[in-house]
């Protein structure tokens, strides 16, 4: 629509403008800012193109202050601002196959061409956006997106990523943007061990990649796995690029990770890029990440340069959304339920309700502050969603559904299994119930104990365990050991076959690693990198059980916290028998490692691009006796560099650490 063409606005339109205004502008900030939405993704572009539409049809409108105007919110103070050398704009929103349609005759019409005009279409990945800007091949900064002009210098997180290349072979100004996300899997992993050790967990993949790149700290966004998707530029000198297409191939060559070429699509046909939109939908659930729609872009860079922009958005491009993975249903009831570290977890028990093909029944509300803040009630209709298209979450209750007379709710003060009185430990959310003969807290350390990556009992599963357990066939880890085919015969439907296999696994995992099995006794805060650390350095369970705070603390990676609960767990007498008795039946395989050696008693962490592989480096280390770290500490013997070794040289030299080659290294083991 011209300008001219436009209907003067009313007192009236202009209320509606600014009111509009005002909201568009508070969900940006409490997206952008401070990655805490209120509202859903879909609902904020319906708002958005609202307001867009109001400020196309009339004029007189004030838009000097109008979220139209610039691309996103502000940047937090608390890191360096910095411009982008080109802006990061973002692009207009449409929603289905009609949109496409029209975004195709658009192009069209506004080349007045009649030629078919070829797309490249690829993955709207739902992440967020980063520029990486590399000066004479090395990456000097990392940018977010801010208000699209200026944005914040990440370089400190981003650097922690690994896919991303701190050196590239293109020796002129390169400008890489795209988005860092963290895999659906990875999430899931990661949000379960915040969960275990009491801590924060997020709500989908989206916000804990976007909460983790705002830290201040380095060390946590190194321990996330972060990752980054290349699929355009910014500003760039001494190299040419004809195509969308073309840009990602080349940014390809020089190492930055691109879109799988199974999930895009370069054509010139209409009905291929709807198939495409469709295909993609139905494969959604099936991706490793979160996407929220697709991207069609024109390929040619210089039909691109001919359709220029429109309003804040290129016309080349178009996003086309997904509906959301939502849907309504009523909480019927909230449970609380008892994990194995006697956390009470409140669950949402809700009508059966299908969301992208799956039906939801549970979901966690994971704490009282959290309970509190959604403001979730017993008979509340509520919009439920899967969180990174796995975990099922409440996003939001519609109060005007709220029965009359519903009451907050509040998780009980004493543990629903076993009546003791709960409680919160200092700087923790989640209430815990602190008694060990808790029935729940058994189920949840037996079903940990028996897990695939602890003692690896395949054929004894949840179900089986809470059999176990209310027969009262199994009270602690080595009963497990001592059932018989007349125990198990208790059970129903348990088939000779089937009794035989679960005895066998049982059996089996008595072959095990000293690393293994201290990741089985469940000692919170002892995850299977600490357990292996711990079997590295003391060798036999009975090293390890009469250890003191003193020794303790000498192992790497242990510090007071974690020291003090591990000595709280072996000093209980009754922890003291149990692992007595259980490791009567275990036979600890010798750990693959060289415990003798000439690098026995060293530890060592390597940074940097060495003359060979990361994995031949280690290996070298550890069958000479070294240990590995993962990060920099004053536990750390040596740090050995290549090229390129970041901040882990300046921390090392900082805290005294004796920085050395590779060449260094190798005359050590002479
Ligand atoms: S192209 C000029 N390609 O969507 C267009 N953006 O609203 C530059 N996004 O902020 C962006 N996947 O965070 C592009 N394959 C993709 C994308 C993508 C996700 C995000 C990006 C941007 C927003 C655009």
Redesign the pocket.
């Known amino acids: 629509m011209s300008k001219t063409s436009k209907t003067a606005a009313s007192a009236q339109i202009k209320r509606k403008h600014s009111d509009l205004k005002e909201k568009v502008n508070y969900h940006n900030e409490r997206y952008h800012t401070h990655d805490k939405p209120e509202i859903s993704d879909y609902d904020f572009d319906q708002l958005f193109s609202e307001l867009l539409k109001l400020e196309e049809e009339y004029s007189g409108l004030d838009l000097t202050d109008s979220p139209s105007q610039r691309v996103g919110g502000d940047a937090i103070a608390a890191f360096k601002k910095m411009d982008h050398r080109l802006p990061m704009?973002?692009?207009a929103n449409s929603y289905n196959e009609e949109d496409i349609k029209e975004f195709n005759a658009r192009i069209k019409k506004f080349l007045r061409n009649d030629k078919d005009v070829e797309y490249f279409a690829?993955?709207?990945?739902d992440g967020?956006?980063m520029e990486l800007v590399y000066e004479d091949g090395q990456l000097v900064r990392a940018l977010t997106?801010g208000d699209g002009v200026t944005g914040e210098d990440v370089t400190h997180n981003v650097k922690t990523i690994k896919s991303i290349p701190l050196k590239i072979s293109h020796k002129k100004l390169l400008e890489v943007?795209g988005?860092v996300l963290i895999d659906k899997k990875d999430f899931v992993e990661m949000n379960q061990a915040y969960e275990e050790a009491g801590q924060m967990v997020f709500a989908n993949p989206r916000n804990a990649a976007a909460g983790t790149i705002r830290q201040l700290d380095p060390k946590i966004a190194a321990s996330r796995p972060l990752k980054f998707f290349a699929?355009?530029l910014g500003a760039y000198e001494g190299i040419i690029f004809d195509s969308q297409k073309d840009i990602e191939e080349k940014l390809a060559a020089l190492k930055f990770p691109i879109i799988d070429r199974k999930f895009t699509e370069c054509t010139s046909s209409e009905e291929e890029l709807i198939e495409y939109y469709h295909r993609i939908n139905q494969h959604r659930a099936q991706l490793p990440f979160d996407i929220d729609g697709i991207?069609i872009k024109v390929n040619s860079l210089s039909l691109q340069d001919d359709l220029g922009m429109v309003a804040r958005s290129?016309r080349w491009?178009t996003?086309v959304k997904f509906q959301p993975e939502q849907a309504q249903t009523v909480i019927e009831n909230i449970v609380v339920q008892v994990g194995r570290t006697g956390a009470l977890t409140p669950v949402a028990v809700m009508k059966p309700v299908k969301v992208g093909g799956v039906t939801i029944t549970n979901a966690t509300l994971h704490n009282q502050d959290e309970i509190d803040r959604k403001d979730v009630r017993i008979g509340d209709t509520v919009i439920v969603q899967r969180a990174g298209d796995v975990i099922p979450e409440v996003v939001q209750v519609i109060l005007d559904k709220r029965p009359k007379n519903s009451e907050a709710f509040l998780i009980p003060t004493n543990c629903p299994t076993c009546g003791t009185k709960a409680s919160k430990e200092p700087e923790e959310a989640v209430l815990r119930c602190q008694n060990p003969f808790c029935k729940s807290i058994l189920i949840g350390s037996l079903i940990h104990f028996v897990s695939r990556r602890a003692m690896n009992m395949e054929k004894v599963g949840d179900k089986l365990i809470e059999a176990f357990v209310e027969l009262e066939l199994v009270q602690n880890f080595s009963d497990l050991y001592k059932l018989t085919d007349k125990d198990i015969q208790k059970l129903e439907r348990q088939g000779e076959k089937s009794i035989q296999n679960i005895l066998n696994s049982i059996e089996k995992s008595r072959q095990t690693t000293l690393a293994r099995f201290i990741y089985a006794l469940g000692i919170r805060f002892v995850g299977e990198q600490t357990a292996k650390l711990l079997a590295d350095h003391y060798g036999t369970i009975e090293n390890f059980m009469k250890t003191e705070a003193e020794e303790l603390e000498k192992v790497p990676e242990i510090g007071e916290k974690v020291s003090a609960t591990i000595l709280k767990w072996l000093h209980d007498k009754r922890m003291q028998s149990e692992v007595k008795t259980l490791a009567k039946y275990m036979t600890f395989e010798a750990p693959k490692r060289n415990l003798e050696g000439k690098l026995t008693g060293m530890s060592f962490l390597v940074t940097g691009t060495l003359p060979v592989k990361r994995d031949v480096a280690h290996e070298k280390i550890e069958e000479n006796g070294g240990k590995l770290l993962s990060g920099v500490s004053a536990k750390l013997s040596y740090l050995i560099v290549g090229e390129d070794p970041g901040s882990k040289a300046d921390k090392a030299q900082s805290v005294g650490v004796k920085i050395i080659s590779w060449e260094e290294f190798l005359e050590l083991l002479k």
């Not at 690829?122 to 990945?125: A, G, H, R």
Request: proline share 6%; charged share 30%.
């Open positions: 704009i973002s692009l690829e993955l709207k990945l967020l956006s997106r943007r988005e699929y355009a991207v290129p491009a996003a």
